[in-house]
């Protein structure tokens, strides 16, 4: 038996910056600064404690005059990272939790209209933030996505009903697994229109929970900020960006879809805005292609190819294999059973990754996995390797 022993946690979580900084993945993608600020000086980049409120302005930590440096092109679409952008695209920013899920969810949206997308902080106050920095809750930031689109081929609609669908946004400052304000839900608003689809999309989705008992809280905790002097988006770390796409990249997402549908858009839009921004993808294209848990990682990297005036979706796989349309359900709760991107093998290694995570021992933990597959990935509880992930072949 070989084994492999990998970082378990992105850099600044739970762990010394310092040591965060030399840690690489073995045989995968090198997570370390490819840029360093030059006015950086010496902070404390642990708190005692995750913290559970927003830092205050006077309190954050001052940041740096220089902005992140990224590259020039987008590692999956081929397109520029950064504007201008040209005339007919428009900018919309959300936050839904860790910021590598959320923004290989909104790239592979299909039909062509997402331009580019950017991860990076937003909604706090220090200028031009560190990973590491963002991390110890003292910049008010929360990690985010920036996605440029057309709005011929794809609505804002769309892309909020995205949103909403593909994490808890009842969880406050926490999604999943990941705790801490910088993975608090959050929307921001470009000009009045956004701000009108967030608020009538949010209470529209806030009825739906309320109404089958849905989500770890008992309200919605999303934030809602206008951009602008007070409110901007700062790139991340050019590893970041497109994370999951790259080599090697540990393939993370701790959001938690709900699997409740956003009412449909002519139940809730403001009547002034009905027309101009009907929505572009159909309700065969959620059926088929809707978050659901692990539908993320399990995804191909491709944006989706649909066809609405089929309802068939299909990526672009090597194996040529497209998905299968289904009758609509008449519950607002889509069948988890339905996504056709997780073969019942994959499932069963995440189901017996789950099992491993949750027992009291190697031994436990390498039983779970070893019933399902012959080519593993578990968590190992132990004094000496607390916490790390285990990639073990047979």
Known sequence: MMRETIRSGRPGDKADSAKTDKMVLKKGFQIQPQFEHKDLKPVDLRPGKVKTDLVKKEEALPGHSEPMRVSD????????????????????VFANGCFWGSEKGIWRLPGGGVHSTAVGYAGGFTPNPTYEEVCTGR?????????????????????????????????????????????????????EEQRQLCMASKDAYQKE?????KGKGPSITTELKDMGEECVFYYAEDEHQQYLAKPGARPYCSAQPLQISLRSFKEWAPADLR???????????WRLHGPKPHCVINAPTEPIQWAPSTGKATSKKKDGKKGHSAKTPQTKERPAAEHDLIPPVEQNVIEAASAAEES???????????NNSQSFKILVHDELIQGQSIIVSL
Not at 275 to 285: C, G, H, N, R
Not at 360 to 370: D, G, L, M, V, Y
Request: charged fraction near 15%.
């Open 73 to 92: 092109q987008h590692y999956v679409l081929q397109t520029p990272m950064k504007g201008p952008w040209p005339p007919q695209m428009q900018v919309f």
């Open 139 to 191: 910049t008010g930031h929360t990690e985010a996505v920036q996605v440029v689109f057309d709005p011929q081929k794809i609505s804002l609609v769309d892309i909020l009903r995205w949103f909403w669908e593909s994490h808890d946004p009842t969880q406050g400052f926490a999604q999943g697994n990941d705790r801490g304000s910088q993975y608090r839900s959050a929307v921001f608003c470009f000009n």
């Open 209 to 213: 929970l309320t109404a089958l008992g």
């Open 275 to 285: 027309a101009k921004f009907a929505p572009q993808l159909d309700e065969s294209f």
């Open 360 to 370: 009291t021992s190697p031994q436990e933990s390498i039983q779970a996995s070893k």
